[in-house]
Nanobody, 124 residues
Framework: QLQLVESGGGLVQPGGSLKLSCEAS????????IGWFRQAPGKEREGVSC????????NYEDSVKGRFTISRDNAKNTVYLQMNNLKPEDTAIYYC?????????????????WGKGTLVTVSS
């Protein structure tokens, strides 16, 4: 079973930056597409960004376009989410998730393995 562990969350002021990491163990991450999701207080979980196996295809939720960047280093079995110009509405628990397969394009459906999440709080 693929295991995922998120890290990098914390408290940051509006306009600040954080970089989240999702470390995988158990299997080679080359065979997995990865998505970042978040769940804000009182809201449903939503997809934030996703990346395909090779890193050549990415997608972003509209509210984070131009501010967040997803990337992966398969040699380190790690996927990152660089978050810049953070806003209070970005406050949420952030999760990474994975699905096995070879994908030309990423999407948020059919994720099979999930991390436990890391809390991001954006507040002055």
């Amino acid at each position: 079973q693929l295991q995922l562990v998120e890290s990098g969350g914390g408290l940051v002021q509006p306009g600040g930056s954080l970089k989240l990491s999702c470390e995988a163990s158990g299997f080679n991450l080359d065979y997995y597409a990865i998505g970042w999701f978040r769940q804000a207080p009182g809201k449903e979980r939503e997809g934030v960004s996703c990346i395909n196996n090779s890193g050549g295809s990415t997608n972003y939720e509209d509210s984070v376009k131009g501010r967040f960047t997803i990337s992966r280093d398969n040699a380190k079995n790690t996927v990152y989410l660089q978050m810049n110009n953070l806003k209070p509405e970005d406050t949420a628990i952030y999760y990474c998730a994975a699905k096995h397969g070879t994908f030309l394009h990423c999407n948020y459906y059919g994720m099979e393995s999930w991390g436990k999440g890391t809390l991001v709080t954006v507040s002055s």
